[in-house]
């Protein structure tokens, strides 16, 4: 009779602690941001900028702010060449199916000539980016994002008061950032339907460094800047109600240009041309 070994209990892998998370001091001086540095080459044309990064094209576009930056880039371009440095902003749209990807595009905030004392460009290097935000699941996308939000200051609430509903949600839209981070301390928040809101959890506030990869439109994180906070700094964030206000414009904007569109080419269709 043959003789068999005992079979050995299978070594299930202890879970790693998930970190604590800590409490922002409202004197931290956190903030939302997503900010980095893009070397590649610039080109302005009658319908746009964009930047070509290892074979890869984006849109650039600039704010109201930035708008001297950006005609001085414009004259670099002219004097320098179109290999340049870029200090921007990353800006993602996400559309309404998952399965559809998000593009990319970046707004300029600045180019790197000669090397300042204290500028983000002596912090960072190439594809590098600086990021702070809530680290979460949001429902268009399968990669979990840092969501940056515009940081709040009594300027901009002046700005909100003023402002149409359209330009309110314009200006209060959040960014989600798609980040690939293979061991985070903590996981990314998920909203669960099933559960009640007390049962959710947290939303972590991360601060990151990440490293932009071009080959496939993400961020990967690289180091953290600080421990993850149970609270955040204090943000803009449109109202359901605004949001909704808007929604339901556009859908009528977008309903009304396709029945134009197809009464046109009715009218200038053939059959309708003999008529």
Not at 94 to 112: N, R
Not at 150 to 177: G, L, Q, W, Y
Not at 182 to 210: H, M, Y
Request: hydrophobic share 35%.
């Amino acid at each position: 009779m043959t003789k068999t070994s005992p079979t050995k209990p299978i070594q299930k892998p202890t879970p790693k602690p998930r970190q604590e998370l800590i409490e922002l001091p409202e004197d931290s001086g956190a903030i939302f941001q997503a900010v980095g540095i893009l070397p590649g080459d610039v080109a302005f044309e009658d319908h746009g900028a964009s930047i070509t990064v290892e074979g890869k094209q984006y849109r650039l576009f600039y704010s109201r702010e930035h708008r001297n930056a950006f005609e001085a880039l414009k004259l670099n371009v002219k004097a320098t060449g179109s290999s340049q440095r870029l200090i921007v902003y990353p800006y993602v749209r996400h559309f309404p199916k998952k399965e559809q990807p998000y593009q990319l595009a970046f707004q300029v905030v600045g180019f790197i000539g000669k090397p300042i004392e204290g500028c983000i460009s002596g912090e960072l290097t190439d594809f590098e980016f600086r990021i702070a935000g809530l680290w979460q699941f949001i429902p268009v996308c399968a990669t979990p994002c840092i969501t940056v939000m515009k940081n709040f200051s009594s300027e901009r609430v002046s700005f909100i008061k003023e402002a149409t509903v359209e330009e309110k949600v314009r200006f209060m839209k959040a960014s989600h950032i798609p980040l690939l981070w293979s061991d985070p301390p903590v996981r990314p928040f998920r909203f669960n339907p099933r559960l009640e809101k007390e049962q959710q959890g947290k939303t972590a506030f991360v601060q990151i460094t990440a490293r932009f990869l071009p080959d496939r439109d993400v961020f990967e994180f690289t180091a953290m800047r600080c421990l993850p906070a149970s609270n955040s700094p204090k943000g803009l964030k449109a109202g359901k109600k605004d949001k909704a206000e808007v929604l339901a414009k556009t859908k009528i904007q977008q309903s009304k240009a396709k029945g134009v569109k197809s009464e046109k080419h009715k009218n200038s269709s053939p059959s309708a041309a003999s008529h």
